[in-house]
């Protein structure tokens, strides 16, 4: 039967759900709290400029073109995607750079410049992520983790897989050079992890990039959110913006099991809802919106006890020259000279902000020159901070910190910075417990740790709720793109298709 459905939340999680559900046949609500859609992928124009908030690196771009495809439509007559290369030009402290792509011969010779010992030793490392991506990835990402058995049964796989080890150290057992050793080992930190800790199945990353490249969507991420609406409104998708969610209503059944009956909005308007798909951060899903009462598995003291990711401080500014003849790309990676010691400060951190920084820097005009005014450069430079656990005041530091790193980049990257700056903005972890509604202020959700994932994740479909649906960065598979997205597909697949 067609089922009303309200989904919560306008990320590319929500988004991807909503399209999939209302292809489907279901009738779907997408209630957004803030005035436009995008949730992370907020975007902000300033000044002729125009700045992705959040996600600018696409990979695995089949996973849209099948939501388009399920609705009967080609992605590429909504937005054009343009493969990257290299992926990302990343430096060292020293000033060397190292580029990947997914042409072997040219990472091969990328490596040989570097540490030729280290050639052998990165084929070996791409045949040992080969069977972690295809059951990481292939066969793991769109698959439910509902049942302790679900988990049971693929532990003897990830054992043998070595997914007790960290990324870092599975590297390490491959890749001999310090700067490689960052290189091929920094994935984690895409999706909020510690390279230290999180298990070595998330060096899949690396290979999902190298089987479907990276790609940038033109127009800037903001392009893709604008396609994702085009396609909901013409599949009959009612979408509400500035539809802040003040609750989940919540009625027991006489078989015992609660079901999701209404989502409530602060200003009190409210729709009947056959299911509930969340896209808002997980923990502010239970422990904002439902009632204690029907949260057995899911109170308050789970997310007390869950380790939450890293967050981020972004600088987003333009300047009136271009800066092409400076060595950066359009992803770039600037390393501090510290790496495990910066790591341990961002993930344990003692309420002082670390003195360096690692930072990405988006330079999306050198690909893109329709997101800034004609003969100007738009910058993105996201530094990973402590998120608010730690007790640092932002009010305070965030001055002093937005300092280091345009000094830092006006001396090694962009010279005469500081006399070229037309625009600028600056968020750090406030805004995404604000805004964005992330607890503690953690960009990326929970932190993805071996015991934080698969069924030890807040499940897809709710333990507690008969008919609540989560997607997004806090539940299985987890953050970054291919995982917010293959959760929807995942929530899809147990809500079922309208009967014909």
């Known amino acids: 039967m067609e089922q009303r459905i309200a989904v919560i939340g306008s990320g590319f999680g929500g988004l991807s759900a909503a399209a999939r559900l209302a292809a489907g046949g279901h009738r779907v609500t997408l209630?957004?709290?803030?005035?436009?859609?995008?949730g992370r992928a907020y975007t902000f124009e300033r000044d002729g400029f125009r700045f992705?908030?959040?996600?600018?690196?696409?990979?695995?771009p089949w996973l849209f073109d099948e939501i388009w495809a399920k609705a009967g439509e080609r992605r590429e007559d909504y937005v054009e995607f343009v493969k990257m290369d290299p992926f990302y030009r990343i430096f060292n402290d020293a000033g060397e750079h190292f580029d990947y792509n997914d042409d072997d011969d040219f990472t091969l010779e990328e490596i040989r410049r570097l540490s030729p010992g280290d050639v052998e030793g990165y084929q070996r490392f791409l045949a040992a992520t080969k069977p972690i991506f295809d059951k990481g990835f292939s066969e793991l990402a769109d698959a439910p983790f509902l049942k302790m058995g679900d988990m049971l049964k693929v532990a003897p796989d990830l054992l043998k897989l070595r997914s007790d080890q960290s990324v870092y150290r599975f590297v390490s057992k491959y890749i001999e050079h310090p700067f490689l050793r960052q290189c091929f080992s920094f994935h984690p930190?895409?999706?909020?992890?510690?390279?230290f800790k999180a298990s070595s199945i998330y060096t899949m990353?690396?290979?999902?990039?190298?089987?479907?490249g990276v790609w940038y969507a033109m127009g800037g991420t903001n392009a893709l959110v604008d396609a994702y609406r085009r396609?909901?409104?013409k599949l009959g998708v009612e979408i509400v913006t500035r539809a802040d969610v003040a609750r989940i209503d919540v009625e027991a059944q006489a078989n015992g099991k609660p079901r999701a009956t209404a989502v409530t909005l602060e200003d009190g308007r409210s729709w009947p809802v056959d299911a509930v798909v969340s896209n808002a951060d997980?923990?502010?899903?239970?422990?904002?919106?439902?009632?204690?009462?029907y949260r057995r598995r899911n109170g308050d003291g789970r997310f007390r006890r869950t380790k939450f990711g890293m967050s981020a401080v972004v600088l987003y500014f333009g300047t009136d020259r271009q800066y092409r003849d400076t060595g950066l790309a359009h992803h770039n990676i600037l390393l501090g000279p510290r790496y495990e010691g910066l790591i341990r400060d961002l993930f344990h951190n003692d309420g002082t902000v670390p003195e360096d920084f690692s930072i990405y820097l988006h330079v999306p005009t050198m690909t893109d020159p329709s997101v800034a005014p004609e003969g100007h450069e738009a910058f993105y430079a996201l530094s990973p901070v402590p998120n608010l656990t730690s007790g640092i005041d932002w009010t305070k530091e965030l001055p002093a910190y937005r300092d280091r790193i345009m000094a830092f980049l006006e001396e090694r990257y962009l010279p005469g910075l500081s006399d070229h700056l037309v625009t600028e903005h600056a968020v750090d972890p406030r805004f995404y417990q604000g805004a964005q509604q992330a607890t503690h202020g953690a960009a990326f959700s929970i932190e993805p740790l071996l015991t934080q994932s698969a069924w030890f994740r807040p499940h897809n479909r709710s333990e507690d709720i008969d008919n609540l649906y989560i997607v997004g960065a806090g539940t299985h598979p987890g953050a970054g793109l291919p995982g917010v997205v293959s959760s929807a597909k995942i929530a899809d697949d147990l809500i079922g298709p309208a009967a014909a």
């Open 52 to 60: 992705d908030g959040g996600p600018t690196i696409i990979t695995a």
């Open 282 to 293: 997980v923990a502010t899903t239970y422990t904002k919106m439902i009632d204690a009462k």
């Open 31 to 38: 209630l957004e709290r803030l005035d436009k859609l995008g």
């Open 231 to 233: 396609l909901l409104e």
């Open 189 to 195: 930190l895409l999706i909020g992890g510690n390279p």
């Open 205 to 212: 990353i690396h290979y999902l990039e190298r089987e479907w």
